[in-house]
């Protein structure tokens, strides 16, 4: 049985470093036998939630959401900004969590950082795990966090083994995880 994986970085930067690792597992989970749908972040735009929202969703978060639920899993890379959430993705979950479609309960996520610095924004991902799980989203416990991006992230694999090694036993193990939990 397929497992069915939506890739999303969210970056809209040409050249951006996140597209380009985001690239790199959805080649491993490919091969791994998964059916990846990427979508574009550009597609996402959602005006900033204020809070007396009823109805539909605006068009960016509805698209996000309906891909999510057609979907079993997620894998996304995020920017980390100042050492947290990048605020228009915290926007668009913020949007999601007001969907009475619940688009992330029951849905499992690995979540992957490119960064210039030598952190990997590890703690933007730490912080993106909290509001996933909270809406019922089952997080991988690992983390990919790749600093020093511009020369870490080569075309079909990443520069340091170990870091290509962390990469593919992730992605593995959250193939075989999705596919799991989309039969309990
Ligand atoms: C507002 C802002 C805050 C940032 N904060 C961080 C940070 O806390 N940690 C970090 O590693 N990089 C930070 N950066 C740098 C981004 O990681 C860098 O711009 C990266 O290339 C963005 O991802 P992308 O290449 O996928 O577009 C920040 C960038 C911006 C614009």
Redesign the pocket.
């Known amino acids: 049985m397929t497992v069915k994986l939506l890739a999303l970085?969210?970056?809209?930067?040409a050249?951006?470093?996140?597209?380009?690792?985001l690239a790199l597992a959805v080649a491993q989970a490919t091969q791994l036998g998964a059916d990846v749908t990427v979508l574009d972040y550009d597609d996402c735009d959602a005006p900033i939630y204020k809070g007396d929202h009823s109805g539909a969703l605006p068009a960016g978060a509805a698209k996000l959401s309906a891909a999510l639920r057609a979907s079993d899993g997620w894998l996304l890379?995020?920017?980390?900004?100042?050492?947290?959430i990048?605020?228009g993705l915290k926007n668009l979950i913020d949007w999601l969590s007001v969907d009475a479609a619940a688009p992330l309960k029951g849905r499992t996520g690995l979540l992957m950082?490119?960064?210039?610095?030598t952190?990997?924004?590890i703690?933007?991902l730490q912080h993106l795990q909290v509001p996933l799980e909270v809406l019922g989203m089952w997080v991988y416990p690992q983390l990919i966090g790749i600093?020093d991006?511009a020369n870490q992230i080569g075309a079909d694999r990443l520069t340091k083994e170990k870091d290509q090694q962390h990469l593919v036993t992730c992605v593995t193990d959250f193939v075989r995880a999705t596919k799991a939990l989309k039969h309990a």
């Open positions: 970085a969210a970056s809209t930067r050249g951006s470093h996140n597209k380009r690792l890379a995020s920017p980390e900004y100042n050492w947290s990048a605020g950082c490119a960064s210039p610095s952190r990997g924004g703690s933007g600093g991006a």
